[in-house]
C-alpha cells in the first residue's frame, strides 16, 4: 500500500487592519491544491497576536483564529500586515516568532508583513520585497537590507511577498517546486488566472502599458519626475531632457493626463509626502523637503488644498484612528 508524503502545514499571523486580499490570495491555491489533488497536501492556520478575531482592513472579522505557542508543526509561518503598522507590536512579533525561528521554521512577510519583520531585524542578511508603494521607505529606513521590486523573493528560510494578488503567484510557485508545474496549471486555470506570473515580473504596470507605446515622450518626462522628487526639475529641464519644447510637454500632458506637467508633478510629490507622513515617524519639516518643498508652511498650504487637511492634521487622524481600533480589541496583546 502505497503511502504519501504528510501535508505542508502554512500558518497565517494576521496584525489587526490585515489586507483580506493577500490573505485570500495566499491561501485559496493551497485549498485547490487539495480539491485537485484528491488529497490533503496543505495545511492551514490563522494566528493572531492574542488569539482573538482579527478585523481586516475592509472591516471583515475572521475567526477562527488561535495563538501561537511556537509549538506548533508547521513548515512555514506568514506575518500578514495592511496599513497600519504599529511599532507596538514589534516585540510581540519577537516573542512569538522566536521559538519558531529557533525551530528552524521558514518566517515569511506578505505585504506589508515585510516591513515589520524589517524592524524587527528578521530581514537581515536576507533578499526581500514589499508592496511597491513602500519599496521606497523600505530602502530609506533599512538602507542594509537588499529590497527588490520583484512580485515575491524565496530566500532560504525567509519569504516575502508585494501583496495584492502577488501571493497566489508565490504559492503557485510553490506548488509548482512541490507537486509540479501540472497541478499548478490546473489551479491557475480554476482562478481565471491567465499566466502564473514569476517572481520577475513588474509589480506595477509599466508607465508604457498604462500611457502607451505611441507616447514614449510624455514616459520619459513621467518617469524623470518619478526619479526627481526631492530635488524637483523645472519644466524647461523636463523638457530639454526628454527632447521636446515645454509647449509641447504641456499639450502631451494636457491632452493624454488633463493637467499641465506642473500639477502633475506636484501631486506626485504630494502623494509622496502622504506616504512618508503615515509611515513613518519622520517630522513634518522633514518630509517637506524630502518632497522637494522649500519650506513647511508652503507644503502644508499645498497639502491641505490637495487633501482637505493639513499634515499634522493627517498624521493625527491617523494615529486617532490606531487608537481607536486598539481599544476595541480585545486582549492586552497591544
Known amino acids: 500500500m502505497s503511502t504519501h508524503p504528510a501535508p505542508t502545514r502554512f500558518g497565517f499571523l494576521l496584525c489587526p487592519d490585515f489586507t483580506l486580499i493577500a490573505l485570500s490570495s495566499a491561501i485559496e491555491p493551497l485549498r485547490m491544491a487539495n480539491r485537485i489533488s484528491g488529497r490533503s497536501l496543505y495545511e ?10 482579527v478585523r481586516s482592513s475592509s472591516g471583515l472579522d475572521l475567526a477562527p483564529v488561535s495563538k501561537l505557542t511556537g509549538r506548533e508543526q508547521l513548515d512555514a509561518l506568514f506575518l500578514c500586515a495592511g496599513t497600519t503598522l504599529d511599532s507596538a507590536w514589534d516585540p510581540i512579533v519577537v516573542s512569538q516568532l522566536k521559538p519558531l525561528i529557533r525551530r528552524k521554521i521558514i518566517i515569511g512577510g506578505i505585504c506589508t508583513g515585510s516591513y515589520l519583520l524589517a524592524r524587527t531585524g528578521l530581514l537581515n542578511g536576507y533578499r526581500c520585497t514589499i508592496h511597491w508603494e513602500n519599496i521606497f521607505d523600505m530602502h530609506d529606513e533599512f538602507p542594509e537590507l537588499i529590497v527588490s521590486s520583484e512580485l515575491f523573493e ?5 519569504y516575502t511577498c508585494s501583496g495584492g494578488t502577488a501571493p497566489l503567484d508565490m504559492m503557485l510557485t510553490l506548488v ?9 496549471t490546473s489551479i491557475s486555470e480554476q482562478f481565471i488566472c ?4 514569476d517572481s520577475k515580473d513588474r509589480q506595477r504596470i509599466p508607465l508604457r502599458q498604462r500611457f502607451g507605446a505611441s507616447q514614449p515622450k ?26 521636446i519644447s515645454r509647449r509641447q510637454m504641456e499639450r502631451i500632458f494636457q491632452k493624454h493626463l488633463n493637467c499641465v506637467p506642473t500639477r502633475y508633478y506636484l501631486e506626485l510629490r504630494l502623494r509622496r509626502a502622504r506616504e512618508l507622513l503615515l509611515r513613518t515617524p519622520r517630522s513634518i519639516v522633514d518630509v517637506a523637503f524630502s518632497c522637494g518643498f522649500v ?27 490606531s487608537t481607536n481600533k486598539e481599544a476595541v480589541s480585545t486582549g492586552s496583546a497591544v
Open 154 to 158: 524565496l530566500d532560504r528560510e525567509r
Open 176 to 184: 509548482v517546486r512541490d507537486h509540479g508545474t501540472e497541478l499548478a
Open 218 to 243: 510624455l514616459v520619459d518626462a513621467v518617469e524623470l519626475m518619478e526619479s526627481n522628487i526631492e530635488e524637483p526639475m523645472s519644466l524647461d529641464e523636463l523638457a530639454r531632457h526628454v527632447g
Open 295 to 321: 519650506s513647511a508652511p508652503h507644503f502644508s498650504k499645498c497639502y491641505r488644498d490637495f487633501f482637505g487637511k493639513p499634515p499634522r492634521e493627517e498624521r493625527q487622524s491617523k494615529s486617532q484612528s
Open 44 to 53: 492551514y492556520s490563522l494566528f493572531s497576536f492574542d488569539g482573538g478575531d
Open 194 to 197: 491567465e499566466r502564473i506570473r
